[in-house]
């Protein structure tokens, strides 16, 4: 369910945009508190509806991105609360000429004027309340995005789900194109390997930044390190090596990825990396499972050598 809304996600906020508009509309003519006043010029009613639009877009625009976006909550409380009460005092200046001509308003028009206010301001909150809602949970989902856009940076590694509910991180090195296959999304990696994943194509657009992967049709995006690869071997009829993907353990992966950056460094420098939060007789199994499983390689000697990669066909299966 989570991937069908993923996957319809610029729907279902066009269609959230429309629905709130839609209800705002009906519930300020079906009951605007002012409508009997308007009546006679009706202009006004759509001045008053205009207002309220105004809230909207100062919102969105201003107070929402500059204020509550930067933690100034306080600031954004009294700016928020300070333009309703502007609008719905505007609101009633606006119909003061027909309030005053009324008859039976003659007595206790101060009173009348006060709940009058606040009526309107009740409504006016309302729908900014409303709109606020709606533009907290986009707020939430593009702060989420651009955490996860950072991660993989930061890591050179995506993580994914899969079918039998497991976690995978996969190096962007071996990642040659992500490809949408009717409802099934796969991963195709170096070595002719695939992966199928939960995530939706459209989510891993957003999760992974475009600064990766280039677009080849709407089904398919490529990744920049093997585009040249991409186009000059994948669509021709070849006979390649196959390699198999080698599944590693958390910390496995870890120590593989340091030594992917820092290429002929030892086991004490590995150690070092984990800050002591594993022993280095514990670093020194993990490397020889590494070398079994032939993902890296020892250079030089004991005493001055190190280790490098030789290969990338890894994930983590933690």
Excluded at 115 to 129: E, M, S, T
Excluded at 193 to 206: A, D, H, N
Excluded at 244 to 265: A, Y
Aim: charge should be positive; charged fraction near 20%.
């Amino acid at each position: 369910m989570d991937g069908f809304f993923q996957t319809h996600r610029k729907g279902f906020t066009i269609a959230f945009n429309l629905l709130f508009w839609i209800i705002t509309c009906y519930c300020f003519v079906r009951f605007s508190v002012l409508r009997p006043m308007c009546n006679t010029q009706i202009f006004k009613e759509f001045v008053c509806f205009g207002l309220i639009v105004v809230v909207v877009l100062v919102t969105r625009w201003i107070t929402v991105p500059k204020l509550l976006s930067h933690g100034r909550y306080g600031l954004f409380w009294l700016f928020s609360i300070g333009i309703l009460v502007a609008v719905a005092i505007f609101e009633i200046l606006l119909v003061k000429p027909e309030i005053e001509s009324k008859v039976f308003f003659t007595q206790g028009k101060r009173t009348y004027l006060l709940f009058l206010f606040g009526k309107i301001f009740l409504r006016d909150a309302c729908f900014f309340a409303w709109f606020l809602v709606f533009r907290l949970y986009v707020l939430q989902k593009d702060t989420l995005r651009a955490k996860q856009r950072a991660s993989v940076m930061e890591h050179q590694s995506v993580q994914f789900s899969t079918p039998d509910h497991k976690e995978i991180s996969i190096p962007i090195d071996i990642i040659i194109f992500i490809q949408k296959i009717g409802h099934i999304t796969q991963v195709h990696c170096t070595g002719d390997e695939s992966i199928t994943v939960e995530e939706p194509l459209s989510y891993c657009k957003e999760m992974i930044p475009d600064t990766l992967w280039t677009s080849d049709g709407l089904d398919k995006i490529v990744f920049y390190q093997h585009l040249s690869e991409f186009f000059q071997n994948w669509n021709e009829p070849e006979i390649r090596e196959i390699k198999t993907i080698t599944m590693l353990s958390d910390r496995q992966f870890r120590v593989f990825n340091i030594i992917r950056k820092n290429p002929g460094c030892n086991a004490t420098f590995i150690y070092k990396n984990f800050q002591g939060k594993v022993t280095q007789r514990t670093i020194e199994r993990d490397l020889a499972t590494l070398r079994s499983k032939e993902v890296i390689t020892h250079m030089g000697t004991n005493r001055d050598g190190g280790y490098k990669v030789c290969n990338l066909n890894v994930v983590s299966a933690d």
